[in-house]
């Protein structure tokens, strides 16, 4: 799960040598699953373990997702995003709970097999057929749509190489992407992360309006400069109007460096030039009457910062992205499958296009509609059914509340019982 943190390393010739400080993070990681595994010296207990095992690993992932800038791509719940049952359980309990229930699935045999009482058996039949009932439930009503508008999307993947090491000029870059607007039909137009091959500061001298209909809306990313300050920006073109959002959870050593006067020597490696992060609120409404969550790049993997109040009612979830600095290593594809947990878990339909793939669209059960290659130039087109169906994003925190508090007291009781 963490060998792709190395890729980026190899896909230039002068990085290549620095490989070994990937393996500085996986030290980090593996340190504080380390220190967590320390709990379980004290759970000598099989009861103790059916329960504090699951529990400890959550907390270590919740924890690693929150250390510093957050290293979210740890999950377990990962391991089920390509399975349709496994998106029934992320809209049902959301990634954690789902995670420690599918962990506490696999650790619940020992009570029958170990214990060989009755009662024990019962127990785990009475789980395992209570688990099947609700996802029978689930699947019936989670497949139930309620669409009420139909949206034509054109998805351009443009595979342009890294801006660091251009082969083509910004000049024939925006001339292909002005030529592919002319030619679409579509009411959403949609390009990838920083395909806009300009800097922009001003956003009236984004001409690309005048190159559409009144019912269309471009989104494409680009970098937006304000104030002497640069932003990883996604830009929403209407005809008449352009709007922006600018990306709030950067990448270390990516877009910025972390104690940059002191390591000086990594300006090579990610430039000279932090970003900085964005203060919009994340949602973005176009003329057709659709709303939508902006997400640039791995923002999506960082789950609870992308809903709330404000923006939970919106309609789609559309992300660029451009996974370049991964070659054709494994990175894209982790990418790509935990972006694909966030339509079960929010019930919206995604719009995920990368410069470089894999550009998709999914529906709001997690099902993949349409998608692309790795690393080739590509246009997906698709009639997207938009429907408004609710979440159950506030119950997730509800119920991860409740079970964690329920654990505690489970083992306090076990204890007693011991004593």
């Known amino acids: 799960m963490l060998f792709w943190i190395q890729n980026p390393f190899f896909i230039y010739e002068e990085t290549s040598a620095l490989f070994f400080l990937s393996y500085l993070l996986i030290i980090l990681l593996s340190l504080i699953f380390g220190l967590f595994f320390i709990l379980f010296k004290f759970v000598r207990n099989l009861y103790y373990q059916i329960y504090s095992i699951p529990l400890i690993l959550i907390l270590i992932e919740i924890f690693i997702s929150n250390f510093w800038h957050g290293f979210p791509w740890v999950s377990f719940v990962l391991t089920i995003s390509n399975n349709p049952f496994g998106s029934i359980l992320v809209y049902l309990f959301g990634p954690h709970l789902s995670g420690f229930l599918l962990i506490l699935f696999f650790l619940l045999p020992q009570i029958i097999f170990i214990k060989h009482k009755l009662k024990n058996i019962i127990i785990g039949l009475y789980f395992i057929i209570l688990v099947i009932i609700v996802f029978l439930y689930a699947y ?17 993947q443009m595979n342009f190489s890294n801006p660091t090491h251009e082969y083509s000029s910004n000049e024939s870059k925006y001339n292909e992407i002005i030529n592919l607007i002319k030619n679409s039909n579509a009411e959403l137009i949609i390009f990838g992360e920083n395909n806009f091959p300009y800097l922009v500061n001003d956003l009236k001298k984004i001409e690309i309006n005048q190159f559409i209909n009144d019912n269309q809306t471009v989104i494409i990313g680009g970098t937006r400069k304000e104030n002497n300050k640069f932003y990883n920006s ?21 877009e910025f460096v972390p104690f940059r006067k002191y390591i000086g020597f990594m300006d090579f490696i990610s430039g000279s030039i932090d970003f900085s992060k964005g203060t919009n609120e994340r949602i973005i409404n176009t003329k057709n009457e659709i709303s939508f969550i902006p997400i640039i790049c791995y923002e999506i993997i960082f789950f609870w910062k992308l809903i709330n109040k404000e923006n939970n009612y919106s309609n789609l979830l559309i992300n660029i992205t451009n996974d370049f600095w991964f070659g054709d290593y494994i990175g894209p594809y982790q990418h790509f499958y935990l972006s694909k947990l966030r339509a079960a878990e929010f019930n919206k339909n995604l719009i995920r296009v990368s410069n470089n793939g894999i550009s998709s669209i999914i529906d709001n059960n997690g099902n993949i509609l349409v998608s692309s290659e790795l690393n080739k130039k590509d246009k997906l087109s698709y009639k997207l059914l938009i429907n408004d169906e609710k979440n159950l994003i506030i119950l997730h925190k509800i119920l991860g509340y409740i079970l964690t508090i329920f654990c505690f007291i489970s083992l306090f009781v076990l204890k007693l019982k011991d004593e």
């Open 140 to 156: 019936q009503n989670l497949h139930k749509s309620n669409a009420f508008k139909e949206v034509s999307v054109d998805i351009f």
């Open 234 to 254: 996604l830009f929403s073109i209407q005809k008449n109007s352009t709007t922006y959002f600018d990306k709030k959870v950067l990448v270390p050593f990516g």
